[in-house]
């Protein structure tokens, strides 16, 4: 493990993996797609391979400067921000990520909150997260399920990250509700 990722809490998603998290995203040409815990670009590049303009949320901070260096020619933009802080745009977008799991509440919530233009997110969680948001228990969900509608996805085995996850996971998807149907 190079030096001090486990301060930081890295768990690199195999490219395997990134690769069906945005198959199963559906990210489309032109989408605007938010890669939170974007890391080194496991789960950027195959946005950018999708044709998504991608906003790279990176806080550390040799990270975030591969990541400038490796997707300097592509629609990356690479910011370095705490992922609990992350101001959201102001038009429609989509999130597909690996986030760290120390501010995946804090980020769920933001994501879901009044104001936000998210249009789905398919993300990599801790597996009880994805039971408890998919299950309606989670934090505001009264006023986000009126919105969104979340679902639990494929169990992500431990050995699909460097170093393995130390807890089991999950994937967790949020679509916003449209007036005609859900997602």
């Not at 069906?20 to 789960?43: H, N, S």
């Not at 400067?65 to 038009?91: N, Q």
Request: aromatic letters at 6%.
């Amino acid at each position: 493990m190079p030096g001090g990722d486990r301060r930081w809490g890295w768990h690199r998603l195999d490219d395997r993996w990134a690769r069906r998290l945005v198959a199963g995203a559906g990210v489309q040409p032109g989408d605007l797609v938010i890669d939170v815990g974007a890391g080194e670009g496991a789960i950027t590049g195959p946005l950018v391979s999708a044709g998504a303009t991608v906003i790279a949320v990176e806080l550390h901070p040799d990270r975030a400067r591969r990541l400038r260096e490796r997707f300097a020619d592509d629609p990356v933009t690479v910011i370095s921000v705490d992922a609990a802080d992350l101001r959201l745009p102001r038009r429609p977008f989509r999130v597909v990520a690996n986030p760290p799991f120390a501010v995946t509440t804090a980020l769920l919530r933001r994501l879901v909150g009044p104001g936000s233009r998210l249009s789905s997110a398919h993300l990599v969680v801790p597996a009880h997260v994805a039971r408890r948001w998919a299950s309606g228990r989670a934090p505001g969900a009264g006023r986000w399920t009126v919105d969104f509608d979340a679902k639990v996805g494929a169990t992500v085995p431990s050995g699909a990250f460097r170093p393995p996850a130390t807890c089991p996971t999950a994937l967790l998807a949020l679509r916003r509700r449209t007036r005609d149907r859900e997602y």
